[in-house]
């Protein structure tokens, strides 16, 4: 009787294992849209996975008791390897379907040494273990080895508006970025941006790309300054002006005072709105405007001095102070600061600096251009040739247009050198031909110099020279012979016309 019901028992075995192997080789667990839906795919290769590995465990028990052989438990073996294989692609395609990456800060900071960074906290939103395990009732070691709550290999760039890379590094990368542990990247920013674009690519080949409005680091709290003519030289008697660039890091203060010190006081200073240039003296940040244009406008004196001396680069500071510290430049108007005692303040500055130049000017005066000489004589012009500029002339020359055939004669052909507020005369001696015929000749005065390397040239003069007709000594001693003599016959036929 137990040996019929062991026979009972194999017969039973062998009609499940041949029923469970037609049921393997006819199961399809593919669908035509297991690729648009990925979680439903999912499932379907799940309950295949499960059944083939059913399937083989019956298979290897039937091989053991010998009722199998091993082309069968092979068959089994790879209709369950296909099986998982597929569980396996459906399972990682929906956690890298399902992974996110997310932005929670992006802080614009300023070094110490003036450059401008970025830092990015990214954060892995996937969140995928609890929620799958719910959904899919998975809790195997096949999903944990998966690693749902890790993303792999992620590159971070920042662009500006024309897709350029203007981050230094170019890319950076993090090899895992879990679940609840946000990572933070620093950059250093090639292009001083308030908005930037941020590319990410992630896990299997993701990408996400956001425009972000940088946050400023209110740790710093300070207004950070920039200008881009940092360095000017500027003439005597002129204006200059130096652009100035105001950026809020600070979540306390909004509202600042602008300075400017060692600067000397014949040097005239103020600030000025860049939009509409009306003069400044404090300068308010609104949470939608956070960085603001302003310029320093200064003016020099007409001479140079002590204080302003000629090509001595004068260096100061703009300061940008919070209310609490602007009492502490204004109570000290003359003091002469420097670098260490500015950065102790700890308060946004900038170096700038200012060389003032100066240009000569050529000023020439003559007290007569009208001359009237006779054909052998000579006309002498003086002209004094005065420097009322505020640098000295180098090369005083002059180039002369005279009539053809006249001569000239120049004393000092050249004036080597002709410092601020003075003057030298000139004495031209024009010599006309032996033969010049009477009238009016006119002679131009061209007066050129340099002054600091450039070149500076005076108004010209014209002289004016009327050689007067010569006098003929026989004609008059004829003409005055005939009038003694008419007025002698006059005399003597009165005489004789009264006798009568």
Not at 136 to 162: K, M
Not at 227 to 234: A, T
Request: charged share 25%.
């Amino acid at each position: 009787m137990s040996s019929y019901r062991h026979r009972i028992f194999i017969t039973f075995l062998i009609i499940a294992t041949l029923a469970g192997g037609a049921f393997a080789q006819t199961y399809n667990p593919f669908n035509q849209r297991d690729d648009e839906y990925r979680l439903l795919g999912l499932k379907r290769a799940r309950e295949a996975y499960e059944v083939a590995r059913s399937d083989y465990e019956r298979q290897q028990e039937l091989h053991r008791r010998g009722l199998l052989t091993e082309t069968e438990l092979e068959q089994s073996r790879s209709q369950f390897s296909d099986a998982e294989v597929n569980y396996q692609q459906s399972l990682l395609a929906v956690l890298f379907e399902r992974q996110y990456i997310s932005v929670s800060q992006a802080v614009k900071l300023q070094k110490h040494d003036g450059s401008k960074c970025v830092r990015l906290t990214l954060v892995n939103t996937s969140g995928g273990s609890e929620e799958f395990r719910k959904l899919l009732n998975v809790d195997d070691d096949l999903f944990r080895s998966l690693q749902p709550d890790v993303t792999h290999n992620v590159y971070v760039s920042i662009l500006n508006d024309d897709n350029a890379i203007i981050s230094q590094p170019y890319e950076a990368k993090i090899s895992e970025l879990r679940y609840g542990e946000p990572q933070s990247v620093e950059f250093r920013l090639l292009q001083d941006l308030d908005e930037v674009t941020v590319f990410l690519v992630y896990g299997n080949g993701n990408q996400r790309t956001m425009k972000i409005f940088l946050q400023k680091d209110a740790t710093y709290n300070r207004v950070a300054v920039q200008s881009e003519q940092f360095s000017q030289e500027v003439e005597l008697g002129t204006e200059a002006t130096f652009d100035l660039t105001l950026e809020l890091f600070s979540g306390t203060d909004n509202t600042f005072s602008l300075e400017a010190v060692n600067l000397p006081q014949q040097i005239s200073r103020y600030f000025k709105d860049a939009s509409n240039r009306v003069r400044l003296s404090q300068v308010k940040f609104t949470e939608s405007s956070r960085t603001k244009n302003a310029s320093l406008e200064v003016t020099l004196p007409d001479r140079p001095s002590e204080e302003v001396a000629m090509d001595a680069a004068i260096p100061f500071y703009v300061l940008v102070l919070p209310r609490d510290k602007a009492g502490m430049i204004s109570d000290q108007p003359d003091k002469h600061w420097t670098e260490a005692e500015i950065e102790a303040l700890d308060v946004g500055f900038v170096r700038l600096e200012l060389v003032p130049r100066g240009k000569g000017e050529l000023l020439v005066r003559a007290p007569q251009l009208y001359h009237a000489i006779s054909s052998d004589e000579t006309a002498k012009v003086a002209v004094d040739c005065y420097n009322e500029g505020s640098h000295r002339l180098d090369n005083v020359e002059f180039e002369i247009d005279l009539p053809l055939g006249w001569t000239r004669d120049v004393e000092p052909e050249r004036i080597p050198a002709l410092e601020i507020g003075r003057d030298k005369r000139v004495v031209f001696t024009f010599t006309p031909p032996a033969d010049v015929s009477p009238g009016k000749y006119d002679i131009r005065i061209r007066s050129t110099a340099t002054s600091n390397s450039q070149p500076v040239i005076a108004d010209d003069k014209t002289v004016t020279v009327e050689i007067k007709p010569g006098s003929n000594l026989l004609g008059t001693i004829v003409i005055v012979t005939l009038i003694l003599g008419l007025v002698a016959a006059i005399v003597i036929w009165g005489i004789k016309l009264s006798r009568r």
